[in-house]
């Protein structure tokens, strides 16, 4: 079982909610608004530093290690406590939550020896608003000693979250786009966050090369299964400068259309345990950088359309989520002579 208040889901979902929002549920949790404020710590990842490999995923450029935000363009370069300070009044005086959450974001942010992590995690922290730590990473750079770092802030009080970029669950996918991982690391890290309270929200991303609809929807089945805590869903974004640009350009690849991806997130969310908290159904992205898909896929357009989709189909999360027969709607079994 995951680590979300299933009283609180159950109550969203009487008073009507379509699925299962992450900011109401926070807001319920609370009582008040929380926020997720970027901090960029300056991290790099194994895909990019030679570990692993030294050119990324096929959809990632190397300029996506770099801060975009407009409100955090003038502290990139400031320490990691006046960057928080900042953010937070940023987002305060915008409206956007009366606390907040250190979004620890670009790169993979648990991949640095111990003693290093601990210093920014406890900077991170330390500000009268900040109620916890959302830590974006790689599922194969989460060791144990790492899971208890964040395990003893949780025993402290705070809220702490790992960000898994998991992307995709098939292999033959995390193969062709060069991830470097496979599932079984992700498997291991909700069993041993989830022994030690830490929450888990995974990013997919739907439109992979070679991925059918049939997958996309298997996918939702799956996170549901692992029983993570939240979802983060993307479309795939081409990306300028990257080898999915180029097969894009080629003609390699077709990006999903616009509602042709509305369709498949409410495929998936019907097909998703309405426990698990929904983050996000798309990605912001700009627009200087991105090649296609050629309509909008900024997330407060796309949600709306998936909103709309859901109501037309009087249908909503965790409609068809089925993973076993109920033995009790069986019907007798007849005696063989």
Known sequence: ????DRKIVDEMYRDGWLYTSFGEYWRRKYGYKVCKVPLNAGFTCPNWDGRIADDGCAFCPNFARQFTYDSFRTVINKSWKEQVTHQVKHYKGMGAGDKAMVYIAFATNTYAPLKDLKKIYDAALDHKDVIGL???TRPDCLPDEVLDLMGD?????????????QQTPHYHTLKDIDRGHGFAESIRVVREA???GIKVIFFNISGMPGESPD???ETAR???ALEIDAVKQYPLIVMKGTRLAEDYIKGKYRPLGR???????????????RYVLIQRLSKDCGLETKLAPEWNTYRLIVTPLVEKELARRKTRQGEKFKLSLNVDELKPLKKVD
């Open 1 to 4: 079982m995951n680590l979300v």
């Open 134 to 136: 959302s830590i974006g």
């Open 153 to 165: 802030y949780v025993k402290q009080g705070y809220e702490i979250w790992v960000e898994v970029g």
């Open 194 to 196: 989830h022994k030690r």
């Open 215 to 217: 997958e996309m929807v």
């Open 222 to 224: 799956i996170l549901s």
């Open 259 to 273: 509602m042709e991806y509305v369709n498949i997130v409410a495929d998936m969310l019907e097909n998703m345990d």
